[in-house]
């Protein structure tokens, strides 16, 4: 039930070694200029104007600083005014600009394709299985939560959980933070319509033991906050896998050596349907991660509306 972020990203680097290291190039000036020459039309990065778009309500605003030849962001949210650099896409606060080689992008490639482990080569495996390795998780990097502790006030327990609320999802009570609120309706509404033409939404539904999302905590294995800490993070359990696998922990649990080459089918899945509409209301999906958590949904609409771009898809 433990959300791991940083697989995300391992997934990412796996099937992409291209992607995600590579943008710590800083753009050098040209000093010996002999002329001033007039300043140059800045256009925000794609990430972040898909940052700015995904969390429109809050009416984020970016700004370049010759000065600190970054983009520098604002915006005040329940009541407290918040300033990050863009850093290259990992969105830190001015103290935290010298660890920036320690942190991820916030923006990142997020794919919906189900990889099957026998494609795997064995390098990945080997990267997979050391990845595992509770050694290995403690020191790993992972998601700064800087942007996310301002959107959601999750910088403690008591500054967030006035914004936790109980509701019920799937007829199971859960405690979800207010922001996510309508997107969960949506997600139930469009799972509820689905029924009436799915016996596997059906049985989905009928089979749900519980639907955890809001608990304080650090992702097993590491000293990060996970994002059921955030409140925006959804177990789906059912009463009965099936035989199937749920998540990858509990299958290196069991075997340690070959637990990433769990197949495909042997794996519980939520149905197509039930992934479809957390995804077209803005949650990935733990299953697609190489680390895979298939009961987990997670809310992330800046990632699905990376998705969606045409760079993702090239
Ligand atoms: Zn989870």
Request: aromatic letters at 14%; charged letters at 30%; proline letters at 6%.
């Given at each position: 039930?433990?959300?791991?972020v940083i697989l995300i990203f391992l997934q990412t680097s796996l099937l992409l070694p291209a992607y995600g290291w590579g943008f710590r190039k800083k753009n050098k000036s040209k000093s010996e200029e002999p002329k001033p020459v007039p300043k140059p039309?800045?256009?925000?990065?794609?990430?972040?104007?898909?940052?700015?778009?995904?969390?429109?309500?809050?009416?984020?605003?970016?700004?370049?600083?010759?000065?600190?030849?970054?983009?520098?962001?604002?915006?005040?949210?329940?009541?407290?005014?918040?300033?990050?650099?863009?850093?290259?896409?990992?969105?830190?606060?001015?103290?935290?600009?010298?660890?920036?080689?320690?942190?991820?992008?916030?923006?990142?490639?997020?794919?919906?394709?189900?990889?099957?482990?026998?494609?795997?080569?064995?390098?990945?495996?080997?990267?997979?299985?050391?990845?595992?390795?509770?050694?290995?998780?403690?020191?790993?990097?992972?998601?700064?939560?800087?942007?996310?502790?301002?959107?959601?006030?999750?910088?403690?327990?008591?500054?967030?959980?006035?914004?936790?609320?109980?509701?019920?999802?799937?007829?199971?009570?859960?405690?979800?933070?207010?922001?996510?609120?309508?997107?969960?309706?949506?997600?139930?509404?469009?799972?509820?319509?689905?029924?009436?033409?799915?016996?596997?939404?059906?049985?989905?539904?009928?089979?749900?033991?519980?639907?955890?999302?809001?608990?304080?905590?650090?992702?097993?294995?590491?000293?990060?906050?996970?994002?059921?800490?955030?409140?925006?993070?959804?177990?789906?359990?059912?009463?009965?896998?099936?035989?199937?696998?749920?998540?990858?922990?509990?299958?290196?649990?069991?075997?340690?050596?070959?637990?990433?080459?769990?197949?495909?089918?042997?794996?519980?899945?939520?149905?197509?349907?039930?992934?479809?509409?957390?995804?077209?209301?803005?949650?990935?999906?733990?299953?697609?991660?190489?680390?895979?958590?298939?009961?987990?949904?997670?809310?992330?609409?800046?990632?699905?509306?990376?998705?969606?771009?045409?760079?993702?898809?090239?």
């Amino acid at each position: 039930m433990l959300k791991i972020v940083i697989l995300i990203f391992l997934q990412t680097s796996l099937l992409l070694p291209a992607y995600g290291w590579g943008f710590r190039k800083k753009n050098k000036s040209k000093s010996e200029e002999p002329k001033p020459v007039p300043k140059p039309e800045r256009t925000i990065p794609e990430d972040l104007q898909i940052l700015m778009d995904s969390y429109s309500d809050i009416k984020i605003q970016a700004e370049y600083s010759e000065e600190k030849n970054d983009w520098i962001i604002s915006f005040e949210n329940y009541g407290t005014p918040q300033i990050f650099y863009w850093a290259e896409g990992s969105v830190l606060p001015e103290e935290e600009l010298i660890n920036r080689e320690n942190y991820w992008h916030v923006v990142y490639k997020y794919s919906n394709e189900l990889r099957d482990p026998k494609t795997f080569t064995e390098e990945e495996i080997a990267r997979l299985k050391e990845y595992g390795t509770v050694k290995n998780r403690k020191k790993a990097p992972g998601t700064p939560m800087f942007f996310f502790d301002a959107v959601y006030a999750s910088y403690s327990r008591a500054k967030i959980e006035p914004h936790i609320i109980t509701i019920k999802f799937l007829g199971k009570g859960t405690r979800v933070h207010e922001r996510i609120l309508e997107p969960l309706k949506n997600v139930e509404t469009k799972i509820l319509e689905a029924e009436k033409k799915s016996p596997e939404v059906k049985t989905f539904i009928k089979e749900l033991k519980s639907a955890a999302a809001y608990n304080w905590r650090q992702i097993d294995g590491t000293k990060r906050k996970s994002f059921h800490s955030l409140g925006i993070a959804v177990d789906v359990l059912p009463v009965a896998y099936h035989g199937g696998e749920v998540f990858w922990s509990w299958a290196r649990d069991k075997n340690p050596e070959r637990w990433m080459m769990t197949s495909i089918k042997g794996r519980w899945m939520p149905p197509k349907e039930i992934i479809d509409a957390f995804e077209s209301e803005g949650f990935i999906w733990g299953g697609y991660w190489a680390i895979w958590d298939n009961m987990h949904f997670e809310y992330h609409p800046e990632l699905i509306a990376k998705m969606k771009t045409k760079e993702n898809n090239n």
